[in-house]
């Protein structure tokens, strides 16, 4: 499928980007690439291929999610600027 210039300089237009001759000539050529790839797509029969989300068969790498006790609780306040109690204490942000 081949795209013409005014085709090119239409999408051109929608995408509000401005394009001298040579561009037009040289991202209608990739366009008809791209549409023909698209066409070669198309014409493949999926009806019998199941939907996947993924084509490499990753499997869930993270542990569960288990709750439990934090102990550095006090380390990690030690290191704050200011705090309240068992709370960072923060500047008031009005925007």
Known sequence: MSI?????????????LRL???EVA???GQLTKILDAMA??????TGNVPPTASV????DVMRR??????EGRERLLDNAPDRDGPYFKVRKIIA
């Not at 070669?40 to 029969?45: R, S």
């Not at 490499?56 to 499997?59: E, I």
């Not at 999610?65 to 934090?70: G, H, L, S, V």
Request: glycine share 8%; hydrophobic share 35%.
């Open 4 to 16: 013409s210039d005014d085709e090119v300089r239409k999408i051109a237009k929608l995408a509000r």
């Open 20 to 22: 001298s001759d040579d």
């Open 26 to 28: 040289r991202y209608g």
């Open 40 to 45: 070669e797509l198309g014409a493949l029969e």
């Open 56 to 59: 490499l068969g990753v499997s």
């Open 65 to 70: 999610d288990e709750p439990r006790a934090f």
